[in-house]
C-alpha cells in the first residue's frame, strides 16, 4: 500500500488557509443552474470561480504560498513560470503583499495575457519573455530562481498553494447545506482536484469527487492508467488552462488514492459547452472552465435525481479565439467539413456546384481555388458548414455523380491541421 507518507492536507490547515484568503479571494457563489438541471433532471450547482478578481481560483493557492513566506525569504522575492491564470494569482498577491516577483512567461504569449499581468502586479513584479513553450519558460525560472536564491511558487506541486485551492471545497460545503453527491473539478496539474479531495475525504465522504482533463492532454488520466506518474510527449494545448504534461507527484499520488474516477472529455465538445454559457447563460469561461459541464453527458443517468456541483474554474478567454472555438465545436457536431473539390474547367462549374451540388442548408464557409489551365478540373478547398450531420453522405454523393469530388479532408490530419 502506497498510504504510507503521502502528503494529504489537514483540515484544520485548510480552514487557516481560508482566514488568510479572507478580503482577498472573493466567497464565490455556488449556485444552481436551473437549465443544467432540467436539462440533466438533477440538482446541478455551480462552483463560480470564475467570478475571482482575478477571474480564476489561481488566487487561493498564489496568496496562500507567497503570505506563508518568511521575512528573509519575502526580501529576497519569488519566481514563477506561467502563461495563464497562476501568473495573474502571483502578480496581484505580490501586489498586495509587497514582494517582488518575477515571472517567466514564453515569448508567444498573447500580449493580453503579459498586459493582465503587469495590470495586477504594478510596480512588484518583472516579466521575462522567454521560449517558445512553457516549458522552456519554466526551465529558465527555475534555473534563476537555484541562482539568485529565491522562492519558486509552483502552479500546483506545493503543499500550501493545495491547501489553498481546498479552500474552494469548504465554500462549497458551507454554500449547499445539503448532501453533494458528486463534485465534478477540472485537472490541469491536480492541485485544484487535490484540494478539494482532501477536503471531502474528511468532511462529506460519500460524496463521488469526478476529475475532468481535455482529451488531447490527459496527463492525470494516464498517469493513473499507468500507476504512476507519467510524462505525456505531445499535447494538444488549446484547453491551456489545463494543459500540461505531467501533473504534479504530490498532485498525483492524493488523487490516485482518493478521486472516485478520471475521465477526459474532447476539445470540441467543451467548445461546444464554451458557446452554449455564452449564447444561453451569458457566462464567460475559457476552455478549462467549460470541462466539468462537458462531461455531464457521461453521467447522465448516474446524475439523475443527485445533487451535482461543477467547478467553473476561470473565464481567462481571449475573444480572438471564438473563431476557433466555434470552428471546433462544428467539427465535433459534424456540421463542418472540408473537401478537395475538382470543378470541370468550364463557364458555369461554380453555378452548378452551388445550385445543384450544395443542399438547401449548406453554406460554404471555405473556398480557396487554384487554377491550372493543363488539366481538366481544377482543385479548390471548399469548407461546408451543414444544418444536419445527416446531409453529409447525399452531399458526398452528388459530389460524386457530377464529378465535382476529390478528397475528403476532415479524416486526413495531416493537410487538415493547415485548415483549423
Excluded: W
Aim: charged share 25%; aromatic share 8%; with cysteine.
Amino acid at each position: 500500500m502506497e498510504t504510507k507518507s503521502i502528503f494529504i492536507p489537514k483540515i484544520s490547515n485548510v480552514r487557516e488557509a481560508a482566514a488568510t484568503l479572507k478580503g482577498v479571494a472573493a466567497l464565490t457563489p455556488t449556485s444552481r443552474s436551473l437549465r443544467y438541471s432540467r436539462d440533466f433532471d438533477a440538482n446541478i450547482f455551480l462552483k463560480r470561480e470564475d467570478l475571482q478578481q482575478v477571474r480564476s481560483y489561481k488566487i487561493r493557492g498564489a496568496y496562500n504560498k507567497i503570505s506563508s513566506l518568511t521575512q528573509e525569504e519575502r526580501e529576497r522575492g519569488i519566481v514563477c513560470a506561467s502563461a495563464g491564470n497562476h501568473s495573474q494569482g502571483v502578480a496581484f498577491s505580490c501586489n498586495l503583499l509587497k514582494i517582488k516577483g518575477t515571472i517567466y512567461m514564453p515569448a508567444p504569449t498573447p500580449r493580453q495575457k503579459i498586459e493582465q499581468v503587469m495590470m495586477f502586479g504594478e510596480d512588484q513584479i518583472e516579466i521575462i519573455l522567454i521560449g517558445d513553450t512553457f516549458d522552456d519558460a519554466n526551465k529558465a525560472a527555475m534555473a534563476a530562481c537555484k541562482e539568485q536564491g529565491k522562492t519558486f511558487v509552483h502552479p500546483f506541486d506545493d503543499e500550501k498553494v493545495i491547501e489553498g485551492q481546498a479552500t474552494v471545497g469548504l465554500e462549497i460545503l458551507e454554500q449547499t447545506k445539503m448532501n453533494i453527491d458528486y463534485v465534478f473539478v477540472p485537472v490541469g496539474g491536480g492541485g485544484l482536484a487535490s484540494g478539494l479531495l482532501s477536503v471531502f475525504n474528511i468532511l462529506s465522504p460519500e460524496t463521488k469527487v469526478i476529475g475532468v482533463e481535455p482529451q488531447g492532454a490527459p496527463s492525470m488520466f494516464t498517469s493513473l492508467q499507468n500507476g504512476v506518474n507519467t510524462e505525456l510527449g505531445e499535447i494538444d494545448k488549446f484547453v491551456d488552462g489545463a494543459a500540461v504534461k505531467s501533473v504534479g507527484d504530490k498532485t498525483f499520488a492524493i488523487c490516485r488514492q482518493l478521486l472516485h474516477k478520471m475521465i477526459t472529455v474532447p476539445e470540441g465538445r467543451i467548445c461546444q459547452e464554451i458557446l452554449d454559457l455564452y449564447n444561453k447563460d451569458a457566462i464567460v469561461v475559457e476552455p478549462a472552465g467549460a470541462l466539468t459541464l462537458s462531461a455531464l453527458d457521461q453521467f447522465k443517468d448516474e446524475i439523475r435525481g443527485k445533487n451535482v456541483v461543477c467547478v467553473i474554474s476561470g473565464s481567462n478567454n481571449d475573444i480572438t479565439r471564438t473563431a476557433e472555438i466555434k470552428e471546433r465545436a462544428l467539427l465535433y457536431a459534424n456540421l463542418k467539413h472540408y473537401f478537395i473539390v475538382r470543378f470541370p474547367q468550364r463557364a458555369g462549374a461554380l453555378k452548378e456546384f452551388v445550385a445543384e451540388i450544395l443542399g438547401p442548408n449548406d453554406d460554404i464557409t471555405h473556398f480557396q481555388y487554384s487554377k491550372k489551365n493543363a488539366k481538366e478540373n481544377a482543385p479548390a478547398v471548399v469548407g461546408v458548414e451543414l444544418k444536419s450531420e445527416e446531409d453529409l453522405q447525399p452531399l458526398i454523393d452528388r459530389m460524386k455523380a457530377h464529378n465535382f469530388f476529390g478528397e475528403y479532408l476532415n479524416n486526413k490530419p495531416d493537410l487538415f491541421q493547415y485548415l483549423v
